[in-house]
C-alpha cells in the first residue's frame, strides 16, 4: 500500500521560501512518476509540479514556474518541492501524489494522495 507523507508546510511572509517534503513508502519509489497538487479554500485542486520516475522531467504550472522547483531522491524515497518568492495567491492546502506511471501529463495521471499540508503566505 502507498503511503505518503507530507512536512515543511507552515506560515511565510510573502516573499520568502518554504520547503515541502514528501516521503513516500510501500514500493519502489524509483519506478513512478510524482507531483504536487494543491487546493485553495474554495476552490478547486490546482496542478502544481510533476516529476517523471528518474527525475529527469519536470513540468510546472505557469502560475509557479520560475518560483518551484520539485525534485527527488530516490534512495531516500522523498520528493521536494522548493518554493521561492512566495506569494499569497500561493495560500492551500498542498498534496503530494504518487502515479502508477513513469510520467505524469494531467492531474488524473496521479493515483495516490497524502493528507496535505498547509502553506500560508501572508501579504
Known amino acids: 500500500q502507498v503511503q505518503l507523507v507530507e512536512s515543511g508546510g507552515g506560515l511565510v511572509q510573502a516573499g520568502g521560501s518554504l520547503r515541502l517534503s514528501c516521503a513516500a513508502s510501500?514500493?519502489?519509489?524509483?519506478?513512478?512518476?510524482m507531483g504536487w497538487i494543491r487546493q485553495a479554500p474554495g476552490k478547486e485542486r490546482e496542478f502544481v509540479a510533476a516529476?517523471?520516475?528518474?527525475?529527469?522531467?519536470?513540468y510546472y504550472a505557469d502560475s509557479v514556474k520560475g518560483r518551484f522547483t520539485i525534485s527527488r531522491d530516490n534512495g531516500k524515497s522523498t520528493m521536494y518541492l522548493q518554493m521561492n518568492s512566495l506569494k499569497p495567491e500561493d495560500t492551500a492546502v498542498y498534496y503530494c501524489?504518487?502515479?502508477?506511471?513513469?510520467?505524469?501529463?494531467?492531474?488524473?495521471?496521479?493515483?495516490?494522495w497524502g493528507q496535505g499540508t498547509q502553506v500560508t503566505v501572508s501579504s
Open positions: 501524489a504518487a502515479s502508477n506511471w513513469r510520467v505524469v501529463v494531467t492531474t488524473s495521471d496521479l493515483h495516490y
Open positions: 510501500g514500493r519502489t519509489f524509483s519506478n513512478y512518476a
Open positions: 516529476i517523471n520516475y528518474s527525475g529527469g522531467t519536470t
